[in-house]
């Protein structure tokens, strides 16, 4: 059974740092390139960062380019986001999902799987 369990969400003050995990029970995990996608209240789910599987590259939202690292171990089946400089617009539920595809897509509908989310709450 394919299980996807986000971590590490929070509150913390504008400027601090919070680091997500996703733990993935996936089999071949390698061969599925790794996102992030993120949403707030009444709004629509917003694609963060993105590791493909293929050749490992990051893709981030424009929004937290310099401020969010994304990295994947294929040896522990995880993947983290490191997110620093925090926002209060970072404010939302974050959610780790997973795609067969060679490339990470920011459209939701191309993942298969997805946890059940986190939530990052970011204090003015």
């Known amino acids: 059974q394919v299980e996807l369990v986000e971590s590490g969400g929070g509150l913390v003050q504008a400027g601090g740092s919070l680091r997500l995990s996703c733990a993935a029970t996936i089999l071949a995990f390698e061969k599925y390139s790794m996102a992030w996608f993120r949403q707030a209240p009444g709004k629509e789910r917003d694609f963060v960062a993105g590791?493909?599987?293929?050749?490992?590259?990051?893709s981030y939202k424009d929004s937290v380019k310099g401020r969010f690292i994304i990295s994947r171990d294929n040896a522990k089946n995880t993947v983290v986001l490191q997110m620093n400089s925090l926002k209060p617009e970072d404010t939302a539920t974050y959610y780790c999902?997973?795609?067969?595809?060679?490339?990470?897509?920011?459209?939701?509908?191309?993942?298969?799987?997805w946890g059940q989310g986190t939530q990052v709450t970011v204090s003015s």
């Open positions: 999902a997973g795609t067969p595809l060679a490339y990470t897509n920011p459209a939701p509908r191309e993942y298969v799987y």
């Open positions: 590791i493909n599987w293929d050749d490992q590259i990051p």
